[in-house]
Protein backbone atom coordinates (compact mmCIF):
# COMPACT_ATOMS: atom_id res chain seq x y z
CA UNK A 1 0.00 0.00 0.00
CA UNK A 2 2.42 2.64 0.58
CA UNK A 3 4.83 1.18 -1.97
CA UNK A 4 2.17 2.66 -3.74
CA UNK A 5 0.86 5.86 -2.66
CA UNK A 6 1.35 8.35 -5.10
CA UNK A 7 3.34 11.67 -4.63
CA UNK A 8 2.17 14.49 -5.45
CA UNK A 9 2.65 15.75 -8.83
CA UNK A 10 2.53 19.28 -8.54
CA UNK A 11 6.40 19.76 -6.23
CA UNK A 12 5.75 23.75 -7.06
CA UNK A 13 2.65 23.63 -5.27
CA UNK A 14 3.76 21.24 -2.24
CA UNK A 15 6.80 23.85 -1.50
CA UNK A 16 4.08 26.56 -0.88
CA UNK A 17 3.35 24.35 2.14
CA UNK A 18 6.11 25.08 3.97
CA UNK A 19 6.26 22.38 6.79
CA UNK A 20 3.66 20.58 6.31
CA UNK A 21 4.88 19.46 2.40
CA UNK A 22 6.82 16.61 3.92
CA UNK A 23 3.83 15.21 5.44
CA UNK A 24 3.32 12.47 2.96
CA UNK A 25 7.14 11.63 3.26
CA UNK A 26 7.09 11.61 7.10
CA UNK A 27 3.79 9.28 7.48
CA UNK A 28 5.24 6.85 4.39
CA UNK A 29 8.15 6.93 6.57
CA UNK A 30 6.86 6.37 9.63
CA UNK A 31 4.60 3.35 8.59
CA UNK A 32 7.19 1.62 6.72
CA UNK A 33 9.45 1.99 9.28
CA UNK A 34 6.62 0.63 12.17
CA UNK A 35 5.92 -2.02 9.50
CA UNK A 36 9.22 -3.62 9.65
CA UNK A 37 9.76 -3.42 13.06
CA UNK A 38 8.89 -6.09 15.95
CA UNK A 39 6.50 -4.17 16.79
CA UNK A 40 4.60 -4.58 13.40
CA UNK A 41 0.84 -5.78 13.80
CA UNK A 42 1.21 -9.89 13.38
CA UNK A 43 -1.89 -10.26 10.60
CA UNK A 44 -3.04 -13.52 12.63
CA UNK A 45 -4.94 -11.46 15.01
CA UNK A 46 -7.20 -10.07 12.32
CA UNK A 47 -8.28 -13.81 11.57
CA UNK A 48 -9.02 -14.01 15.62
CA UNK A 49 -10.72 -11.02 15.56
CA UNK A 50 -12.88 -12.44 13.03
CA UNK A 51 -13.50 -15.49 14.60
CA UNK A 52 -14.52 -13.99 17.98
CA UNK A 53 -16.68 -12.17 16.42
CA UNK A 54 -18.50 -14.67 14.26
CA UNK A 55 -18.74 -16.69 17.88
CA UNK A 56 -20.84 -14.11 19.61
CA UNK A 57 -24.46 -14.41 19.63
CA UNK A 58 -26.16 -12.98 16.87
CA UNK A 59 -27.55 -9.79 17.68
CA UNK A 60 -24.45 -9.08 20.37
CA UNK A 61 -21.54 -7.94 17.63
CA UNK A 62 -20.38 -4.90 18.02
CA UNK A 63 -20.57 -2.79 14.90
CA UNK A 64 -16.80 -1.90 15.41
CA UNK A 65 -13.91 -3.85 16.50
CA UNK A 66 -10.43 -2.51 17.43
CA UNK A 67 -7.81 -4.97 15.73
CA UNK A 68 -3.86 -4.32 16.73
CA UNK A 69 -2.80 -0.98 17.96
CA UNK A 70 -5.75 0.82 19.31
CA UNK A 71 -3.97 4.75 19.53
CA UNK A 72 -7.52 5.69 20.85
CA UNK A 73 -9.56 3.77 18.54
CA UNK A 74 -11.52 2.53 21.29
CA UNK A 75 -12.17 6.20 23.02
CA UNK A 76 -13.45 7.53 19.31
CA UNK A 77 -15.54 5.09 19.34
CA UNK A 78 -17.24 5.52 22.23
CA UNK A 79 -17.24 8.95 21.83
CA UNK A 80 -19.02 8.66 18.35
CA UNK A 81 -21.52 5.81 19.35
CA UNK A 82 -24.58 8.53 20.72
CA UNK A 83 -23.78 10.29 17.55
CA UNK A 84 -24.08 6.79 15.31
CA UNK A 85 -26.93 5.72 16.73
CA UNK A 86 -28.56 8.65 16.13
CA UNK A 87 -27.86 8.13 12.42
CA UNK A 88 -28.80 4.99 12.95
CA UNK A 89 -32.26 6.00 14.20
CA UNK A 90 -32.65 8.84 11.50
CA UNK A 91 -32.15 5.90 8.74
CA UNK A 92 -34.37 3.84 10.06
CA UNK A 93 -31.92 1.18 11.24
CA UNK A 94 -32.90 2.02 15.17
CA UNK A 95 -32.14 -1.46 15.55
CA UNK A 96 -28.84 -1.11 15.44
CA UNK A 97 -28.36 1.39 17.84
CA UNK A 98 -28.13 -0.49 20.82
CA UNK A 99 -25.16 -2.38 19.22
CA UNK A 100 -23.25 1.20 18.31
CA UNK A 101 -21.65 1.57 21.44
CA UNK A 102 -18.91 -0.90 21.47
CA UNK A 103 -17.48 -2.73 24.66
CA UNK A 104 -15.46 -1.75 26.80
CA UNK A 105 -12.51 -3.72 25.47
CA UNK A 106 -13.27 -5.05 21.47
CA UNK A 107 -12.67 -8.80 21.12
CA UNK A 108 -9.16 -8.39 19.26
CA UNK A 109 -7.45 -6.30 22.13
CA UNK A 110 -8.88 -9.56 24.74
CA UNK A 111 -6.14 -11.70 22.90
Partial sequence: MLANSPA???NERVSEYEELSSVREVFVKSFSDF???AQAPDPQEVADAIVQLIEQPAGRRPLRTVCGPDYGTTVLNRQN???QAEVLR????GHLAA???PPET???SRT
Fill in 8 to 10: PAD
Fill in 35 to 37: FAS
Fill in 81 to 83: APL
Fill in 90 to 93: AIGM
Fill in 99 to 101: RAD
Fill in 106 to 108: SAA
